[in-house]
């Protein structure tokens, strides 16, 4: 086995410091190190986008990235999108107002794309929507529910 | 009281829920990422479990020797075939699936297991694989179903590779056909397909203190888990617990064992909490699949377009074992006609036995492979005889008084000929009155438009003559709260919404005072399958019933205590309300008790009788029906297709949740449209190319056309306030919709799928432009 790394982080606002092996996946770190299992995994290899979450801002998939690579980054995960307890961002308000997931499992990577790209498209046509969402694979809802909570949110944001 | 309340009393005229939009029950914990699914679940001491599977597709076993991987550090258990306690076989109608190869056995997948690993780590579980030295003897691979059926064909099973032959008789072909004015024929074929849920599988089994096993899983038929579990151990069902957890998707995909009886055993045999989490490799290569179908179609009509005979003969790659497809293909079978009525009809089906990963249930169930057949077919029919294709369809569609070609009779809740009139109407709203006339689009003249149409029907629950039963529960506390208790499945199609508006709607209490609880076989009464569309009305009367029978008891006991006439006794906004008192539910709760009643009642609700197929008579209870249309654009440069426009209609007999509905008939649509274009689960003599997810491509979101949701309702008077299934019957017709569509603007017919969309470029030079 290879020797382990140290490294620390943060996610959702709180500072972690890890002994990692070098080649922990960081999907895998936060599920089974942080226990933040918001954050779930599809495919492992990048095509479904459901293990996705923010480091430094940026939207990325977390099976496609070591954890030894996040070390120093400020990561945001689906658990610390809301503004507080018991409550909701408007993003995952309107995926319930709009009926936009069914069993949520690729829901929290939907929102965590949405999040940082809602914020510099504040108007977003159903086009832009589709296409800041094409890397993001849902089997139950068909989408077109998806578009109309962005569109929902955008107007609460 | 608010004035709502004060409102409602006065005017006596409760608020019905039924028919409004709801939001989802659990969509709050599922967009703030709390919801566990099983792989959340972390126990306190549990191994990781790792199998090791056949390389080979078809080969006899000669030795397994474990022993190197029993030494590794870390490894605490490997079990062979010989180290199972029970019965080395499983399945849900015929029990013919190893749960792990034994020496002298015979390997008939590249899924099939040879054996069984738990260790401290996933990855020393998965280094303990490659440490198992298995000696084989490679056998002939039966690659389809029709070579399966060829004389010479080595036997993959004792009885041979022929499962079962499915037969549907009505009337005379020959007279059929010697009246027809037409006769088509012709051969249509159908790809194996894979569900492609976004979680894959996993399970978790804890030995308990007192000697039970608990089992957390996503399973659609958690108490034939617990019987499949039970029977591996060679124990009784309830010393097995299945704690079903919410799923991330199924679709007929996690009805089959995959995984329980391996981490159960592990468990077993180490007395730790065992994980066997698939990844997405393994849940492509293991679990069933759709069936590969070939389907010929025979079709015979009058010159008016009025059918006189259609003649199918399927063949269903079943794939190494039985799974389900004695009654999917039997669904293929029976639904091989069409919507329609023919006073002559006769199928025949061969479901065989091939060395490919076993075909099972997926949404659809069968009626999705020969839908597309038929629909393919009528829409020949019509442009050969010069009708109108949705005329043809309404001249000839299932009606109240049609016989189907099983022998059945409908008597009631055939919406079928609305569902087509609101399509049609909206198609030629939209389009004008030729819609399947070839239209360059305007500026893009390598660009070619046009509408396609399809029609469908799909059976609500098992029907057969299987006994289609729900047992449930409903209780109210003292603190208020209604709990309605059933196993049946949560996939998120959203069957917990459906009856927690159920029994709201019964007390006429806030939704927020009613919980739901499912899936749990030592806390729910058995709800059965969660399949063949059937939980709406099946469980959904199960729990109408019981949340009936529980106010019953409420009124009488309210009656007595305040000396009233039952008759004036009413529920508003989760009061009862009697002589002028008014009682929150929590306290009629509390009355109950004090005198010696149970606030909580169970019932078991049996769906009507059916028939079984060749008997006549009801083969189904009901039957939910609907059409589609689409209008595609294909770029004749590159074959590419893009559907633009999606309109569906469906009759569902009575809409609970519009919101619920649409997102059933828009993921519906998507899995149809993926069916068409891009799903397959490519197999080359019987190894999977398709072993991760950027090989088997499901649609995303710029795929999506506008989806137009129309609602049909023709209430089926057995239904809970009408309803019938919707689950199935929203995907099936989009497939031909879309290769109709295809067809009208390309002039090539699809009798493939998915569609090659390069050969319609090829194909389709000089034509629709």
Known sequence: MSETMMISLTVNGQRYQRQVEPRLLLSDFLRHELDLTGTHVGCEHGVCGACTILVDGVAVRSCLMFAVQADGCELLTVEGLAPGPEQLHPLQAAFRQAHALQCGFCTPGFLMTLAPWLAQHPNPTDEEIRLALSGNLCRCTGYQHIVEAVKMAAEIC | ?769
């Not at chain 2, 059926?149 to 993959?156: A, F, K, N, V």
């Open chain 2, 1 to 769: 009281m608010n004035d709502a309340v004060k409102d409602a009393v006065k005017n006596r005229q409760p608020a019905s829920l039924i028919g409004q939009r709801i939001t989802k029950l659990d969509a709050p914990e599922k967009a703030a990422g709390k919801t566990r699914y099983v792989h959340d679940i972390h126990l306190p001491g549990q191994l990781h479990a790792a199998i090791l599977r056949s390389a080979h597709v078809h080969a006899v076993i000669k030795r397994i020797d474990v022993s190197r991987a029993r030494a590794l550090p870390g490894v605490h258990a490997v079990l062979t075939a010989a180290d199972i306690p029970g019965e080395h076989t499983h399945g849900i109608v015929i029990p013919d699936w190893p749960s792990l190869i034994g020496v002298g056995e015979r390997v008939r997948y590249v899924g099939d297991a040879l054996a069984i690993v738990a260790a401290e780590t996933r990855e020393q579980a998965t280094a303990a694989l490659d440490l198992i030295e298995v000696a084989l003897e490679p056998q002939p691979v039966i690659a389809d179903p029709v070579q399966a059926r060829q004389i010479d064909s080595p036997s993959l099973h004792e009885n041979g590779n022929l499962l079962k032959h499915i037969k549907v008789r009505k009337g005379d072909m020959a007279q059929g056909f010697a009246e027809a004015d037409l006769i088509l024929e012709r051969t249509f074929h159908t790809a194996t397909t894979d569900h492609a849920f976004l979680e894959p599988e996993c399970s978790i089994a804890q030995p308990t203190a007192d000697g039970r096993l608990y089992l957390y899983v996503g399973s659609q038929i958690p108490y034939a888990d617990r019987n499949q579990v039970a029977r591996a151990l060679g124990w009784p069902d309830e010393r097995v617990r299945v704690v079903g957890q919410l799923m991330g998707g199924g679709f007929g995909g996690k009805e089959d064992i995959a995984g329980q009886i391996h981490a159960a055993l592990l468990a077993q045999a180490t007395g730790r909490p065992v994980k066997l989490l698939y990844d997405r490799h393994e849940s492509l290569i293991a679990h069933p699949k759709r069936h590969a179908t070939q389907i010929r179609v025979k079709m015979g009509a009058r010159r008016d377009g009025r059918l006189t005979a259609v003649q199918t003969e399927l063949y269903g790659d079943a794939g190494a074992y039985a799974s389900l497809s004695d009654k999917v293909m039997t669904r293929a079978t029976t639904h091989s006609a069409g919507p329609y009525e023919t006073p002559h009809a006769r199928a025949d089906c061969y479901a065989m036995y091939t060395n490919n990963p076993p075909s099972g249930a997926f949404r659809g169930f069968g009626v999705t492979q020969s839908a597309f057949a038929v629909e393919s077919m009528i829409d020949e029919l019509a442009e050969q005889l010069g009708i109108d294709p949705v005329e043809l369809r309404r001249r000839n569609a299932l009606r109240v008084g049609s016989v189907t070609n099983t022998g059945q009779l409908l008597h009631e809740s055939v919406g079928l000929l609305e569902c087509i009139d609101r399509v049609d109407s909206e198609m030629r709203r939209r389009a004008g009155n030729d819609p399947f006339r070839a239209r360059p689009t305007p500026g893009q003249e390598h660009r070619v438009r046009a509408w396609g149409f399809a029609a469908a029907y799909k059976n609500t629950g098992l029907g057969g003559g299987a006994p289609d039963r729900a047992q449930a529960e409903v209780e109210l506390y003292e603190d208020g709260a209604l709990e309605a208790r059933v196993s049946s499945a949560e996939l998120g199609q959203g069957l917990v919404t459906v009856l927690q508006m159920i029994v709201a709607e019964e007390f006429q209490a806030p939704l927020d005072q009613v919980r739901v609880l499912v899936m749990d076989t030592d806390l729910t009464p058995d709800g059965g399958p969660t399949t063949a569309s059937r939980q709406t009305f099946v469980t959904g009367n199960a729990v109408l019933q019981a949340a009936r029978t529980l106010r019953e008891g409420l009124v009488r006991v309210l009656a007595e205590r305040f000396d009233a006439p039952p008759s004036q006794i009413r529920f508003v906004e989760g009061l009862a309300l009697v002589n002028g008192h008014t009682a929150p539910l929590g306290e009629v709760a509390a009355i109950m008790k004090s005198e010696g009643h149970s606030p909580r009642a169970l019932v078991e609700y049996w769906a009507p009788a059916t028939q079984p197929l060749g008997a006549g008579g009801d083969m189904h209870f009901a039957y939910s029906f609907a059409a589609q249309a689409a209008e595609i654009e294909v770029n004749t440069r590159t074959g590419e297709v893009q559907v633009l426009t999606l309109i569906a209609a469906t009759d569902v007999g009575k809409v609970l949740n519009p919101l619920g509905l649409l997102g059933q008939v828009e993921g519906g649509v998507m899995m149809g449209l993926g069916n068409a274009l891009t799903e397959h689960f490519i197999l080359e003599q019987g190894v999977p190319f398709s072993d991760r997810l950027a090989r088997y491509r499901i649609p995303n979101i710029t795929q999506t056309p506008e989806i137009v949701v129309l609602h049909v309702e023709h209430p089926a008077s057995t239904g809970p306030y009408g309803a019938k299934g919707v689950g199935e019957i929203v995907s099936i017709p989009t497939t031909p919709a879309i290769t109709n569509a295809i067809t009208h603007a390309t002039g090539v017919r699809i009798t493939r799928l998915p569609v090659d969309q390069e050969e319609i470029a090829l194909r389709g030079e000089g034509r629709g432009r």
